[in-house]
């Protein structure tokens, strides 16, 4: 006698996330992201949250994002970062590559040893999965860094 059972299957969901840029120019469909300050222009508004926020954008394989995830959002001077939750979205979503930026609430966008013990992990992490870390960008008060700029990455 056959018997019916029931699974659990997974379906990825997207969903409009409204962002304000300084400038509406920096995104538009087919834009290909190619240096850190383009990414700073799209994600400025970062620089003003009180938390900080970890964001991956997944790119495909021409440099153009295809979607955004807010990874996580902490308090005032962390937050919580896991390479499975980076690159869980990132498998559903196709990513070719990731941009990782978060800001610092306090202004200063120096990376402190958790944001490069962070960063290592993911790009190892990437490594294996064959899903790059193209850059990490720290968002603070009217300045920025990038891991790639900064020779970390």
């Not at 937050?79 to 306090?106: C, Q, Y």
């Not at 120096?110 to 064959?130: C, F, H, N, Q, V």
């Amino acid at each position: 006698m056959m018997k019916t059972i029931k699974m659990k299957t997974i379906r990825p969901v997207f969903e409009t996330l409204s962002l304000t840029c300084d400038d509406e120019v920096i995104y538009r469909t087919g834009t290909r992201y190619t240096s850190p300050s383009q990414v700073l222009g799209f994600m400025s508004s970062l620089k003003d949250e009180a938390k900080e926020y970890f964001i991956a954008l997944h790119l495909d394989g021409k440099n153009t994002i295809s979607c955004l995830e807010v990874v996580s959002i902490g308090s005032l001077n962390q937050s919580v970062v896991h390479p499975r939750e980076v690159f869980k979205t990132a498998l559903l979503s196709s990513a070719a590559g990731i941009i990782l930026v978060h800001n610092h609430p306090s202004g200063d966008p120096k990376p402190s040893d958790a944001d490069r013990t962070t960063t290592r992990r993911l790009a190892e992490a990437g490594m294996i999965l064959g899903i790059k870390i193209l850059d990490h960008i720290i968002i603070g008060d009217g300045s920025y860094f990038s891991f790639v700029e900064g020779g970390m990455l």
